[in-house]
């Protein structure tokens, strides 16, 4: 070809893109299929994951769930409530779980200093008590204060349970001495005491009230502020799948987690 003056610019442009495709790879080359460490290609989410969550989070442990499996097919999350501290004797006996969430920092201790957990367990919501009556509130209960009245049948957790240890802070940083008909195992135990009007109030979470809807009426105190509980999340030591264990705990103290989690009246940590 005749190089002329008003071809050399041509060609320096031509130049110019095929050393710019060459750095690229080329126009045609496939992308490279290497993942190296510290990339974002991760392998395919599978199989079940078994978390043991305390009795207050039943409702948004629920819903993270759901969303979860949907977001990963081929997952499925198996859930059990119960008492904090009832799930703590369940795995130090061996039962099967891969993640613990509980409803306060103390029986999380419990599994972290019996090295039964991986790692530090992250904090992902707190709640406080709420006293929880019939629609109608019957004995007219107005404040912490009237629970302690002889002829109000007050329930509230055993003080094992987060929400029961709650209780008795409050009740020592008040001066206020309580005496419940009874002490249940969970804070859901505690709520279907007031629901069925078994009890005149019941302490429970204020998350509690909130899922409950109409079937009781909430009493907020001033005094709640004394207890404030931290609920924190780990994978179990033992679990076989610890991969999908942390994926959902990073559900859970995600964006979406904490919009669940904060709709349902979880405070932050």
Do not use: H
């Not at 509230?156 to 002490?183: D, N, R």
């Not at 909430?218 to 999340?233: H, L, M, R």
């Amino acid at each position: 070809m005749r190089i002329t003056r008003g071809t050399i610019p041509a060609l320096l442009a031509a130049g110019t893109l095929t050393a710019g495709l060459a750095a690229c790879g080329g126009g045609n080359a496939p992308p490279s299929t290497t993942s190296t460490p510290g990339t974002t290609e991760t392998a395919k989410l599978s199989g079940t994951v078994t978390v043991f969550a305390a009795a207050s989070l039943k409702a948004t442990f629920t819903k993270i769930a759901a969303g979860f499996e949907a977001a990963n097919p081929g997952t499925k999350v198996t859930l059990n409530f119960a008492g904090s501290s009832d799930l703590v004797t369940q795995i130090t006996q061996g039962a099967p779980a891969d993640v613990f969430a509980s409803a306060d920092t103390k029986n999380m201790s419990k599994l972290s200093d019996a090295k039964l957990i991986d790692g530090a367990a992250a904090n992902f919501a707190t709640n406080v008590l709420e006293i929880a009556v019939p629609p109608s509130n019957p004995a007219n209960i107005t404040s912490f204060a009237d629970l302690a009245k002889p002829d109000i049948r007050v329930v509230v957790c055993a003080p094992q349970v987060p929400c029961g240890s709650a209780t008795e802070t409050i009740e020592k940083a008040t001066g206020t001495s309580l005496a419940p008909v009874s002490e249940e195992s969970s804070v859901t135990d505690v709520l279907g005491k007031v629901t069925s009007q078994e009890a005149d109030a019941g302490l429970v979470y204020v998350t509690d009230v909130k899922t409950a809807g109409d079937k009781v009426k909430g009493i907020p105190f001033t005094e709640s502020d004394k207890a404030v509980n931290t609920y924190p999340i780990a994978t179990v030591g033992e679990s076989k799948n610890k991969q999908l264990a942390q994926a959902f705990i990073d559900a859970v103290i995600g964006a979406e987690g904490k919009k669940v989690l904060t709709d349902a009246g979880f405070g932050t940590p």
